[in-house]
């Protein structure tokens, strides 16, 4: 992934290497970026900006690497779990190994932290990650003073999570027309994968997520049109108006033109309509 191109990244790894560069030329080794970092993340988690505080803090151990010639076993461990945990569609940032940074640079740090001094820090430093991070900024979703609708109803394993009105709603049809169809076979276009994670039936479709993502090139999208054509008879087809990803933001974005849906529409004849799905069956 290019974090290198972010700001942030190169803002970490400035951040290490001028205090590095300060602390030798005064030999004070009070000079030490982790200070540095951790006052910079604070000003981030205020604003919001959990992604940005992983991106920075990977730029700081990318400096190190660099600094240790590539010796240090645990600090390569660090760096590759990281880096690769921002290898996501979804959240294309290293904030599932930001734990694991962290702890690393404290634990090579301890010999100058005091612990009168960083308790406080920390605790500060905990309570904003779980404010600013896990309730303001929620991936795909709303501000969460918004998330007061429960799915638990309407997708398997939901039980205890909470979303907007119009993806609760959206996602209280789909399973009611799920339902309504349980003697037929059953698929889902283009969106709700998640759906199938714990569904009475797999996916007769090739693909859980009709998306450019998933069916990038034309040879994808005649193969998901092949496993369109091999359903069965009287097999149903749940076909979305709406995007799932808008839907999450409060918003109705029509689903974007394909060649699988003309198929449909063409070979499928229309039986039932609902405020967020069409239903089409094979004839």
């Given at each position: 992934m290019?974090?290198?191109t972010?700001?942030s ?5 400035f951040?290490?290497a ?6 030798f030329?005064t030999?004070?080794?009070?000079w030490?970026?982790?200070?540095f ?12 900006q ?5 991106i ?14 590539f010796k240090?076993?645990k600090?390569?461990f ?15 940032a ?5 734990g ?6 404290l ?7 005091k ?13 904003s990650?779980?404010?600013?991070g896990?309730l ?13 609708f429960?799915i638990?109803?309407?997708?398997f ?5 909470k979303t907007s ?6 996602l ?8 309504k ?7 889902i ?5 998640g759906?199938w994670a714990?569904?009475?039936q797999l996916?007769?479709l090739?693909?859980?997520w ?8 034309s040879?994808?999208l ?12 009287a097999?149903i087809?749940i076909f ?7 839907l999450t ?9 394909s060649?699988?849906e003309?198929y449909i ?6 039986i039932?309509?609902g ?6 069956q094979?004839?």
């Amino acid at each position: 992934m290019p974090f290198i191109t972010h700001k942030s990244f190169w803002r970490g790894f400035f951040i290490f290497a001028i205090c590095d560069l300060i602390s030798f030329k005064t030999k004070n080794r009070k000079w030490n970026g982790i200070y540095f970092l951790l006052i910079y993340s604070l000003v981030l988690m205020f604003q919001n900006q959990l992604y940005k505080i992983a991106i920075c803090f990977l730029g700081a151990i990318v400096y190190l690497l660099m600094k240790s010639k590539f010796k240090d076993p645990k600090l390569v461990f660090v760096f590759l779990i990281s880096w690769i945990s921002g290898i996501s569609i979804g959240l294309p940032a290293p904030t599932l190994g930001l734990g694991l940074m962290f702890c690393y640079l404290l634990s090579q740090n301890l010999f100058i932290l005091k612990w009168n001094h960083f308790l406080p820090l920390l605790t500060v430093l905990i309570f904003s990650h779980w404010v600013f991070g896990r309730l303001s900024s929620i991936h795909g979703e709303q501000d969460y003073t918004k998330l007061t609708f429960s799915i638990e109803e309407s997708l398997f394993g939901g039980k205890g999570l909470k979303t907007s009105k119009e993806n609760s709603q959206a996602l209280f049809e789909l399973r009611s027309f799920y339902n309504k169809y349980k003697d037929q076979t059953r698929s889902i276009v283009p969106d709700y994968p998640g759906f199938w994670a714990g569904a009475d039936q797999l996916n007769p479709l090739i693909s859980d997520w009709a998306s450019p993502l998933e069916l990038p090139t034309s040879v994808h999208l005649h193969f998901y049109i092949d496993s369109i054509k091999q359903l069965p008879y009287a097999s149903i087809i749940i076909f979305a108006k709406y995007t799932a990803s808008s839907l999450t933001r409060g918003q109705f974005e029509a689903r974007p033109n394909s060649i699988f849906e003309e198929y449909i529409i063409n070979n499928f004849k229309k039986i039932n309509e609902g405020k967020y799905f069409e239903i089409y069956q094979k004839i």
